[in-house]
């Protein structure tokens, strides 16, 4: 966009510039989602975390375009939505986006997993990310890194879907993000066009960052639109040769 006020027709520049992202960012999707659903079985349960469909990008999503890419292709998937506390992206938006999609789900409340996988009701877990480091950490909504803990213990296979841009080799590993804390009423209340709704002392302290970091040794693959990588892959440094 920078680029594009430089031109002397700035204003047809933006615009120009704004559809080929969209467009591409469509595109991006549609290969990720296809070689996602490459990795999902007929009749799988999927846990996913947030919101990462067609509300979240220009195209059919990430982790949520690969669901809907193996229900097209099987018919019989069914998803586990974490509502995805205090914000409850899951509940307000992936929970909308399945319905609207008829793809079974069912929601729960984010610790409700770990006695899903325990009585072996979830067959993978597939997230997104806000940023994979060059060492296949990665961000993504907090109460994504319980799950990778949780699915490791559990021997359960953990996938992250992005695209290349999400990539920042710049950053070397999880540690080096930043992670932002967000208003202290998301979680010491609710808010809406009905006003507030406060469950907790207007003065209680608050932790409550927006993100948290997945190490890479907890991830079984990353997706993205360039391919499927692996663990070795990543070891040996893969994601850094594709930037």
Not at 30 to 40: H, K, Q, T, W, Y
Not at 46 to 65: D, P, S, V, Y
Request: proline share 3%; net charge negative.
């Amino acid at each position: 966009m920078r680029k594009a006020l430089t031109q002397c027709d700035y204003v047809a520049g933006i615009v120009t510039t704004a559809e080929r992202l969209f467009i591409e960012d469509i595109a991006l999707c549609e290969r990720m989602a296809n070689r996602g659903a490459e990795l999902i079985n007929s009749g799988d349960n999927i846990l996913t975390h947030c919101n990462t469909g067609a509300l979240a990008t220009a195209g059919i999503g990430t982790a949520l375009g690969v669901i809907y890419k193996a229900q097209q292709k099987y018919g019989n998937v069914h998803v586990w939505v974490d509502e995805t506390r205090p914000l409850l992206q899951g509940g307000r938006l992936t929970a909308f986006e399945l319905e609207r999609w008829k793809i079974p789900y069912t929601l729960i409340c984010d610790n409700m997993a770990a006695s899903l996988m325990a009585a072996g009701k979830v067959d993978k877990i597939v997230v997104g990310a806000d940023r994979i480091a060059a060492n296949g950490d990665f961000a993504n909504k907090v109460g994504t890194y319980n799950l990778a803990v949780l699915a490791y213990f559990h021997n359960i296979p953990f996938y992250v879907v992005a695209p290349i841009t999400t990539l920042d080799t710049n950053t070397v590993c999880g540690d080096d993000i930043e992670i932002e804390q967000r208003n202290p009423q998301e979680v010491r209340g609710v808010s809406g066009s009905f006003g507030e709704a406060l469950w907790a002392p207007t003065n209680a302290n608050v932790y409550n960052p927006a993100f948290d970091i997945t190490p890479a040794k907890l991830v079984t693959g990353w997706v993205l639109d360039t391919g499927v990588y692996n663990q070795s892959q990543v070891e040996n440094g893969e994601l850094i040769k594709l930037k």
